[in-house]
C-alpha cells in the first residue's frame, strides 16, 4: 500500500445463546418484578448460556458470522482479540481457543480485560496494529458469559446481566481509499480510584478461590449501581464530545449512536445530553440486559442486519464499565 493504512470494519457477526429468563422468571428466584426491572432498567428478558457453553464457543458462532458477512476465510484473520471479564480459564486467553475453533492458523492471539468498555478498547488496539501495517486483518470479538459471575440471590445485581458474544472483522485499508466502515477516531479513558465501585472481588490472586470465599460469595459481582449509573452517564458523554471532536465532527453530523447496554436510563440520558432524538439511541437492552464487553458488537451487528447502518452514516460507539474504564469511537460505515 502507497499511502498509510487506515482501518475499515468490512463484517459484523453476533451470538446470543438460545435460554431466554424473562423478569417473570427472575421474580421467582429473587423479591423483585417485572414492573420493577422493566421502569429502573428497560430490561424484560436476558439469554443464559448453556452449561457446555463457554465464552469461546458463544465468541466462536459471533466471529464465524462475522467473517461469512465480511467474506474472509479462516487464514485471512492474522489478529484475534477477545474483549472479556469471563475468559473459559485464567490461560490460555479465550482468544486462542477461538483460534483453534475457527482455524485461523496465522493469528497472534490475545485478551483484553476493559470490563464493558472491553470491545472498545480491543477495536482501538486491534486498530493500531493495522494501521502501523504490521497486521492485516483482525477478527474483534467481545464476548461473555456473565452467569458464572452472577450472585443469584443478590436482587440487586443478577436482574442486570446476560450471556452473549458479538464480533467484528476489521481490515487495514489504503487511507487514499473510500472505504466503508472506517474507523475515524478512538479515545479510552480509566479512573483506577474507582475499582471498588464495581468487581468481582474473588478469584483473582488478591483473594483466591476457598470454600469460604465462594460462601461469601466474592466470586460474583459487586456493584454500587447509583454511583456507577452517575459516573457512566458523565463520561460516555465527553467520551462521545471527545471522539467526534477527534474526528472532526460535531453531533449535529450522528446518524446513530451504539451506547454500551446497561440500562435504557442511561441511554436516553446519554441522547439527552448530546441533542439527539431518542430514536438515534440505538436500545437492545429489552432483550438481552448487561453483556458487558458483548453489548456494543452485537448491537452494530443487530443495526447492520436490520439496515440501519447506511453508506456514509456516521455511527458513534461510546461504553462505560467497571475499572472504572471508558472509551468512545466513530464510525463512517
Ligand atoms: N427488584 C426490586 N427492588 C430492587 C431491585 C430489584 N431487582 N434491586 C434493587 N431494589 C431496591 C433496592 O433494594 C432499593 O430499596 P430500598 O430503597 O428499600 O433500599 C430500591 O430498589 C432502589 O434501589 P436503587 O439502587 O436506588 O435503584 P436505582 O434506581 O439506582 O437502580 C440500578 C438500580 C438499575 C442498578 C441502577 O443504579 C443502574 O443501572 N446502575 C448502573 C449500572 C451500570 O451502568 N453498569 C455499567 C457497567 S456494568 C459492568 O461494567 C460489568
Same mark, same amino acid.
Given at each position: 500500500?502507497?499511502?498509510?493504512?487506515?482501518?475499515?470494519?468490512?463484517?459484523?457477526?453476533?451470538?446470543?445463546?438460545?435460554?431466554?429468563?424473562?423478569?417473570?422468571?427472575?421474580?421467582?428466584?429473587?423479591?423483585?418484578?417485572?414492573?420493577?426491572?422493566?421502569?429502573?432498567?428497560?430490561?424484560?428478558?436476558?439469554?443464559? !448460556?448453556?452449561?457446555? =457453553?463457554?465464552?469461546?464457543?458463544?465468541?466462536?458462532?459471533?466471529?464465524?458470522?462475522?467473517?461469512?458477512?465480511?467474506?474472509?476465510?479462516?487464514?485471512?484473520?492474522?489478529?484475534?482479540?477477545?474483549?472479556?471479564?469471563?475468559?473459559?480459564?485464567?490461560?490460555?486467553?479465550?482468544?486462542?481457543?477461538? =483460534?483453534?475453533? %475457527?482455524?485461523?492458523?496465522? !493469528?497472534?492471539?490475545?485478551? %483484553?480485560?476493559?470490563?464493558?468498555?472491553?470491545?472498545?478498547?480491543?477495536?482501538?488496539?486491534?486498530?493500531?496494529?493495522?494501521?502501523?501495517?504490521?497486521?492485516?486483518?483482525?477478527?474483534?470479538?467481545?464476548?461473555?458469559?456473565?452467569?458464572?459471575?452472577?450472585?443469584?440471590?443478590?436482587?440487586?445485581?443478577?436482574?442486570?446481566?446476560?450471556?452473549?458474544?458479538?464480533?467484528?472483522?476489521?481490515?487495514?485499508?489504503?487511507?487514499?481509499?473510500?472505504?466503508?466502515?472506517?474507523?475515524?477516531?478512538?479515545?479510552?479513558?480509566?479512573?483506577?480510584?474507582?475499582?471498588?465501585?464495581?468487581?468481582?472481588?474473588?478469584?483473582?490472586?488478591?483473594?483466591?478461590?476457598?470454600?469460604?470465599?465462594?460462601?461469601?460469595?466474592?466470586?460474583?459481582?459487586?456493584?454500587?449501581?447509583?454511583?456507577?449509573?452517575?459516573?457512566?452517564?458523565?463520561?460516555?458523554?465527553?467520551?462521545?464530545?471527545?471522539?467526534?471532536?477527534?474526528?472532526?465532527?460535531?453531533?449535529?453530523?450522528?446518524?446513530?449512536?451504539?451506547?454500551? =447496554?446497561?440500562?435504557?436510563?442511561?441511554?436516553?440520558?446519554?441522547?439527552?445530553?448530546?441533542?439527539?432524538?431518542?430514536?438515534? !439511541?440505538?436500545?437492545?437492552?429489552?432483550?438481552?440486559?448487561?453483556?458487558?464487553?458483548?453489548?456494543?458488537?452485537?448491537?452494530?451487528?443487530? !443495526?447492520?442486519? =436490520?439496515?440501519?447502518?447506511?453508506?456514509?452514516?456516521?455511527?458513534?460507539?461510546?461504553?462505560?464499565?467497571?475499572?472504572?474504564?471508558?472509551?468512545?469511537?466513530?464510525?463512517?460505515?
Amino acid at each position: 500500500m502507497s499511502s498509510p493504512c487506515v482501518s475499515s470494519i468490512i463484517g459484523t457477526g453476533s451470538y446470543m445463546p438460545e435460554k431466554i429468563l424473562t423478569n417473570e422468571e427472575l421474580s421467582k428466584i429473587v423479591d423483585t418484578s417485572d414492573e420493577w426491572i422493566t421502569t429502573r432498567t428497560g430490561i424484560k428478558e436476558r439469554r443464559i !448460556a448453556a452449561d457446555n =457453553q463457554a465464552t469461546s464457543d458463544l465468541a466462536t458462532a459471533a466471529a464465524l458470522r462475522a467473517m461469512e458477512s465480511a467474506g474472509v476465510k479462516p487464514e485471512d484473520i492474522d489478529l484475534i482479540v477477545v474483549a472479556t471479564v469471563t475468559p473459559d480459564m485464567p490461560f490460555p486467553s479465550t482468544a486462542c481457543f477461538v =483460534q483453534k475453533n %475457527i482455524g485461523a492458523s496465522n !493469528a497472534v492471539c490475545f485478551d %483484553i480485560s476493559a470490563a464493558c468498555s472491553g470491545f472498545l478498547y480491543a477495536l482501538q488496539v486491534a486498530r493500531n496494529f493495522l494501521n502501523a501495517g504490521t497486521r492485516s486483518t483482525a477478527l474483534v470479538i467481545g464476548a461473555e458469559k456473565l452467569s458464572t459471575l452472577v450472585n443469584w440471590t443478590d436482587r440487586n445485581t443478577c436482574v442486570l446481566f446476560g450471556d452473549g458474544a458479538g464480533a467484528v472483522v476489521i481490515r487495514a485499508v489504503d487511507s487514499a481509499t473510500e472505504a466503508p466502515g472506517r474507523v475515524l477516531s478512538t479515545i479510552m479513558g480509566s479512573d483506577g480510584n474507582l475499582v471498588n465501585l464495581l468487581r468481582v472481588p474473588g478469584g483473582g490472586s488478591a483473594c483466591p478461590i476457598t470454600a469460604e470465599n465462594i460462601d461469601s460469595r466474592l466470586n460474583t459481582i459487586h456493584m454500587e449501581g447509583k454511583e456507577t449509573f452517575k459516573h457512566a452517564v458523565t463520561r460516555m458523554c465527553q467520551a462521545s464530545e471527545k471522539a467526534l471532536e477527534m474526528a472532526g465532527l460535531t453531533k449535529e453530523d450522528i446518524s446513530l449512536v451504539i451506547p454500551h =447496554q446497561a440500562n435504557a436510563r442511561i441511554i436516553t440520558a446519554i441522547a439527552d445530553r448530546l441533542d439527539l432524538p431518542h430514536e438515534k !439511541a440505538f436500545m437492545n437492552v429489552d432483550k438481552y440486559g448487561n453483556t458487558s464487553a458483548a453489548t456494543i458488537p452485537v448491537a452494530l451487528d443487530e !443495526a447492520n442486519r =436490520q439496515g440501519r447502518l447506511k453508506r456514509g452514516d456516521i455511527v458513534l460507539l461510546v461504553a462505560f464499565g467497571g475499572g472504572f474504564t471508558w472509551a468512545s469511537s466513530v464510525i463512517r460505515w
